[in-house]
Nanobody, 118 residues
Framework: VQLQASGGGLVQAGGSLRLSCAAS????????MGWFRQAPGKEREFVSQ????????VYADSVKGRFTISRDQAMNTAYLQMNALKPDDTAVYYC????????????WGQGTLVTVSS
């Protein structure tokens, strides 16, 4: 599956952004879609994921209560609503998908940069 991430940008601390991850090619048939992020000089870290069939969600502690992941099955798209943004949220955000075949994240979008100014 091909993933296209969008929605990043520059925002002041306390502001909001919504990221989108569109799956193209076929109706998304994976297990999960998720978001990861990588800040300069740091390793990629998990942010959130959603189970495609049920909509159940998981969040990293660092974003719990501020970020909300959702999906539109008809649009083959997952979203990450980010509120109360902090400078520490500055990173390149990547969306990924877990395939039924491998059971792990094996498809990735190109990344979208989120910059939060203080």
């Amino acid at each position: 599956v091909q993933l296209q991430a969008s929605g990043g940008g520059l925002v002041q601390a306390g502001g909001s952004l919504r990221l989108s991850c569109a799956a193209s090619g076929h109706t998304f048939s994976g297990t999960y879609m998720g978001w990861f992020r990588q800040a300069p000089g740091k390793e990629r870290e998990f942010v959130s994921q959603i189970r495609w069939s049920s909509g159940s969600t998981v969040y990293a502690d660092s974003v719990k209560g501020r970020f909300t992941i959702s999906r539109d099955q008809a649009m083959n798209t997952a979203y990450l609503q980010m509120n109360a943004l902090k400078p520490d949220d500055t990173a390149v955000y990547y969306c990924g998908a877990v395939s039924v075949k491998t059971g792990r994240y094996d498809s990735w979008g190109q990344g979208t940069l989120v910059t939060v100014s203080s």
